[in-house]
C-alpha cells in the first residue's frame, strides 16, 4: 500500500479498478436476481396461484362445446359426464351444440376462451383430420388446446353391398386386385374417418379402389345399402341396429379385437389386411394454458365417472368404450394421430381445401 500512495498513478489505478470491480460485483447481483431468482420466484407464485384456483375449482358454471348434432357420441358422451360433474360438484354443467365446419366451429369458441377450465370441447377424431383436410384453421389444434382425457373408443363395421358376392375381407381384396379402380365405397365425406378408414385398406393392401363420397354417415349407409356401392365403413353406433336386424351385411370390424355382441364377426386384421386397425375415440380438450392442476382435477373426476357402472353400461349401447387417459397421454395420442392422417393424406392424394 506505502507503495501505491508513493505513486499518486498508481493509487488512482487501484481505486479505479475497486470501483470496477465492485460495479461488476454490483451488476453480477443484479443479473442473477433478474436472470435466476425473479423467474424462479414468478413461477412459484404461479403454480402456487394455479393450485389456489383448483383448489376452489370450479366456483361457477361449466360448459362443454360438442361440434356435433344432438344424439352422436360426443353429444351424448358430453351430457353423460356433465350430469354426473354436476352432481358431484354441485355447479351446473352446460352443453352447447355449435355443429359447422366439420367441428372446426366449436373449436374455434374454446380456443379463444379463457384458459380457466369453464369451457371444454367435446371431440372425435375427426379434430386430427381436420389439419390434413383443411390448408388454414383459425387455431392451432396442439397450441391453443389442452387435452383433459380421451374418454371413449368405438370399432366401426365393414358393411358389404348385396350385390357383391364376397363373403370376407380376403375375398373383397382379391376381387378390387382383379377389378383395379371398379370396387367403390362410400364415405361421409371427403376427409371424414370412414374417408381415412377405407384409404387405410387401400394403402396397406396395395389396392386401387374408387372414393364415393356423400353427406354424412346416413346418407353413405343408405349407398351401401343399396348397392350403389361396394362397401362402407360405418361407425358402430350408427350401424349396429341395422346389423342386428339382418337389414345390411357386415363382413368384419375395424378393432384390434371382435366385439362382444359380434363373436362371429371377424377383424379386418384377421381376416386380410394384419396390422390394420381403426377405431373411432373421443375425448375432452380445454382451452391452451389451462393451469394444470385444474386438468388434472377435470380429469381425476371424469376418470371417476367413466368407472360407473351404469356409465360404461350407457357408452357400451353407443357401441363404445369408456376409457380414460391422463392429460399429457391424450396430448401426445393426438399429435400422433395428426401426424398419421397427415401422411395418409400425402399418400393418398388427399388435399387441404
Same mark, same amino acid.
Given at each position: 500500500?506505502?507503495?501505491?500512495?508513493?505513486?499518486?498513478?498508481?493509487?488512482?489505478?487501484?481505486?479505479?479498478?475497486?470501483?470496477? $470491480?465492485?460495479?461488476?460485483?454490483?451488476?453480477?447481483?443484479?443479473? !442473477?436476481? %433478474? %436472470?435466476?431468482?425473479?423467474?424462479?420466484?414468478?413461477?412459484?407464485?404461479?403454480?402456487?396461484?394455479?393450485?389456489?384456483?383448483?383448489?376452489?375449482?370450479?366456483?361457477?358454471?361449466?360448459?362443454?362445446?360438442?361440434?356435433?348434432?344432438?344424439?352422436?357420441?360426443?353429444?351424448?358422451?358430453?351430457? !353423460?359426464?356433465?350430469?354426473?360433474?354436476?352432481?358431484?360438484?354441485?355447479?351446473?354443467? /352446460? $352443453?352447447? %351444440?355449435?355443429? &359447422?365446419?366439420?367441428?372446426?366451429?366449436?373449436?374455434?369458441?374454446?380456443?379463444?376462451?379463457?384458459?380457466?377450465?369453464?369451457?371444454?370441447?367435446?371431440?372425435?377424431?375427426?379434430?386430427?383430420?381436420? #389439419?390434413?383436410?383443411?390448408?388454414?384453421? @383459425?387455431?392451432? #389444434?396442439?397450441?391453443?388446446?389442452?387435452?383433459?382425457?380421451?374418454?371413449?373408443? &368405438?370399432?366401426?363395421?365393414?358393411?358389404?353391398?348385396?350385390?357383391?358376392? $364376397?363373403?370376407?375381407?380376403?375375398?373383397? /381384396?382379391?376381387?378390387?386386385?382383379?377389378?383395379?379402380?371398379?370396387?367403390?365405397?362410400?364415405?361421409?365425406?371427403?376427409?371424414? &374417418?370412414?374417408?381415412?378408414?377405407?384409404?387405410?385398406?387401400?394403402?396397406?393392401?396395395? !389396392?386401387?379402389?374408387?372414393?364415393? #363420397?356423400?353427406?354424412?354417415?346416413?346418407?353413405?349407409?343408405?349407398?351401401?345399402?343399396?348397392?350403389?356401392?361396394?362397401?362402407?365403413?360405418?361407425?358402430?353406433?350408427?350401424?349396429? %341396429?341395422?346389423?342386428?336386424? &339382418?337389414?345390411?351385411?357386415?363382413?368384419?370390424?375395424?378393432?384390434?379385437?371382435?366385439?362382444?355382441?359380434?363373436?362371429?364377426?371377424?377383424?379386418?386384421?384377421?381376416?386380410?389386411?394384419?396390422?390394420?386397425?381403426?377405431?373411432?375415440?373421443?375425448?375432452? /380438450?380445454?382451452?391452451?394454458?389451462?393451469?394444470? @392442476?385444474?386438468?388434472?382435477?377435470?380429469?381425476?373426476? $371424469?376418470?371417476?365417472?367413466?368407472? /360407473?357402472?351404469?356409465?360404461?353400461?350407457?357408452?357400451?349401447?353407443?357401441?363404445?368404450?369408456?376409457?380414460?387417459?391422463?392429460?399429457?397421454?391424450?396430448?401426445?395420442?393426438?399429435?400422433?394421430?395428426?401426424?398419421?392422417?397427415?401422411?395418409?393424406?400425402?399418400?393418398?392424394?388427399?388435399?387441404?381445401?
Amino acid at each position: 500500500m506505502l507503495f501505491l500512495l508513493t505513486f499518486p498513478w498508481c493509487a488512482r489505478a487501484a481505486n479505479l479498478a475497486v470501483m470496477r $470491480v465492485k460495479q461488476i460485483l454490483s451488476f453480477w447481483e443484479t443479473s !442473477v436476481i %433478474n %436472470n435466476l431468482i425473479k423467474p424462479v420466484l414468478c413461477a412459484a407464485f404461479c403454480l402456487l396461484s394455479a393450485s389456489i384456483c383448483a383448489q376452489t375449482y370450479p366456483s361457477q358454471p361449466i360448459k362443454i362445446v360438442v361440434g356435433f348434432s344432438p344424439g352422436g357420441v360426443p353429444d351424448i358422451a358430453a351430457r !353423460v359426464i356433465g350430469q354426473h360433474m354436476s352432481e358431484s360438484w354441485k355447479q351446473p354443467v /352446460l $352443453v352447447e %351444440n355449435k355443429p &359447422g365446419a366439420g367441428s372446426n366451429i366449436a373449436a374455434q369458441i374454446v380456443a379463444g376462451a379463457p384458459a380457466d377450465g369453464y369451457t371444454l370441447l367435446s371431440i372425435s377424431s375427426a379434430f386430427a383430420i381436420s #389439419p390434413s383436410i383443411y390448408s388454414t384453421l @383459425p387455431f392451432d #389444434p396442439l397450441r391453443d388446446f389442452s387435452g383433459v382425457t380421451l374418454t371413449a373408443t &368405438g370399432p366401426a363395421f365393414l358393411l358389404i353391398s348385396p350385390n357383391l358376392k $364376397v363373403n370376407t375381407v380376403k375375398e373383397l /381384396l382379391e376381387f378390387a386386385a382383379k377389378n383395379p379402380g371398379k370396387v367403390t365405397y362410400s364415405s361421409a365425406g371427403v376427409g371424414s &374417418g370412414s374417408h381415412f378408414a377405407a384409404e387405410l385398406i387401400q394403402a396397406k393392401a396395395g !389396392v386401387e379402389l374408387l372414393h364415393i #363420397p356423400t353427406k354424412g354417415i346416413p346418407d353413405g349407409i343408405t349407398e351401401v345399402m343399396s348397392g350403389r356401392v361396394d362397401f362402407f365403413i360405418s361407425p358402430y353406433a350408427s350401424a349396429v %341396429n341395422l346389423v342386428r336386424a &339382418g337389414k345390411v351385411r357386415a363382413i368384419a370390424v375395424t378393432s384390434t379385437k371382435r366385439v362382444k355382441e359380434f363373436p362371429a364377426l371377424p377383424t379386418v386384421a384377421e381376416s386380410g389386411i394384419p396390422g390394420y386397425k381403426w377405431e373411432f375415440w373421443y375425448g375432452l /380438450l380445454a382451452p391452451g394454458k389451462t393451469p394444470k @392442476p385444474i386438468l388434472q382435477k377435470i380429469y381425476a373426476e $371424469v376418470k371417476r365417472i367413466l368407472e /360407473l357402472p351404469e356409465v360404461k353400461e350407457r357408452f357400451a349401447e353407443l357401441g363404445t368404450v369408456a376409457v380414460s387417459s391422463t392429460p399429457d397421454q391424450f396430448d401426445k395420442m393426438i399429435a400422433a394421430e395428426i401426424t398419421e392422417f397427415s401422411r395418409l393424406a400425402k399418400a393418398s392424394g388427399i388435399k387441404p381445401e
